[in-house]
């Protein structure tokens, strides 16, 4: 049954309710991801509720959605191949295997779509009085990095907690509230939705090409894996950098000069 899953998924979708080919469609496109999702989790996604998940997986001859769940796992380790090799050519392989989804995950960002998103959204950054970067479920600490280099380019920017968070409420009409988020959206949809209603700019960077993000971004660059999206976070900092004229990488030698010409750093001990 493994093996024909998520063909059969395909096959059948014309026959299934409307929930039932939402939840089928972000199996087959999202595989390896919802092998390690919660029914709750999946549902979300899918935007359709969790009963309707548990039913679904009951529907196509599994026990629950925990057998769904591990069927998929099981495919996703059949796609990578059994490893029989020592354990040092198993670590070959693992490196090769990241390797190439990072390779389609490249690939996925390289559209003509995404190169006119990325000057829209290096013009958006440019034109915010404020900069609020927030990260989505699993992406933390992406906001605290985004938002120091774009301080370190001379932008307005710095981080926001997650959900509704006092900065969020601060945002305005001349305001940007750029979101990073991979497949899981709760923490930063509201955000999202709250500071599109309050005039600000919403720009998002996403890793997983079917988050339900873009019915709220004025500009949302999406990519395939974590890989592709810090691919996009790069190719940002570098339309930024064109734009502005200055350099990240400069400006931050400049910056670790000045911090050791004025004692910055602590001595260390020898």
């Known amino acids: 049954m493994e093996s024909d899953l998520l063909q059969r998924l395909?096959?059948?979708?014309?026959?299934?309710?409307?929930?039932?080919?939402?939840?089928?469609?972000?199996?087959?496109?999202n595989s390896e991801t919802v092998s390690f999702m919660t029914s709750r989790m999946?549902?979300?996604?899918?935007?359709?509720?969790?009963?309707?998940?548990?039913?679904?997986?009951?529907?196509?001859?599994?026990?629950?959605?925990?057998?769904?769940?591990?069927?998929?796992?099981?495919?996703?380790?059949?796609k990578l191949g059994s490893v029989k090799e020592a354990e040092a050519e198993t670590d070959m392989e693992?490196?090769?295997?990241?390797?190439?989804?990072?390779?389609l995950g490249l690939g996925s960002i390289a559209t003509a779509q995404n190169r006119l998103a990325l000057e829209k959204a290096a013009e958006l950054l440019s034109n915010g009085e404020k900069i609020l970067v927030q990260a989505g479920l699993g992406?933390?600490?992406?906001?605290?990095?985004i938002a120091s280099g774009l301080r370190s380019l001379g932008y307005n920017a710095g981080p926001a907690s997650a959900g509704l968070s006092r900065e969020?409420?601060?945002?305005?009409?001349?305001?940007?509230?750029?979101?990073?988020?991979?497949?899981?959206?709760?923490?930063?949809?509201?955000?999202?939705?709250?500071?599109?209603?309050?005039?600000?700019?919403?720009?998002v960077l996403t890793g997983d090409e079917a988050a339900p993000m873009g019915r709220y971004a004025e500009v949302m660059l999406p990519g395939k894996g974590?890989?592709?999206?810090?691919?996009l976070i790069e190719a940002l900092f570098k339309a930024l950098e064109s734009r502005c004229g200055r350099s990240l990488l400069q400006n931050l030698r400049e910056l670790e000069t000045l911090c050791r010409e004025y004692d910055t750093y602590e001595a260390g001990e020898s």
């Open 10 to 29: 395909a096959d059948e979708s014309q026959s299934y309710s409307k929930r039932q080919r939402a939840i089928a469609r972000y199996i087959c496109e």
């Open 42 to 78: 999946l549902s979300q996604a899918a935007q359709v509720s969790e009963s309707s998940v548990v039913r679904f997986a009951r529907q196509l001859g599994f026990s629950g959605y925990s057998q769904l769940r591990r069927a998929l796992q099981q495919l996703v380790k059949d």
């Open 94 to 103: 693992e490196l090769r295997q990241t390797l190439e989804l990072g390779r």
């Open 139 to 145: 992406m933390e600490g992406l906001d605290t990095f």
């Open 168 to 203: 969020v409420f601060r945002l305005d009409e001349k305001s940007v509230l750029l979101i990073v988020c991979g497949s899981f959206c709760a923490q930063v949809s509201g955000s999202a939705r709250y500071a599109k209603e309050k005039g600000a700019a919403v720009l």
């Open 226 to 231: 974590f890989i592709a999206l810090a691919a």
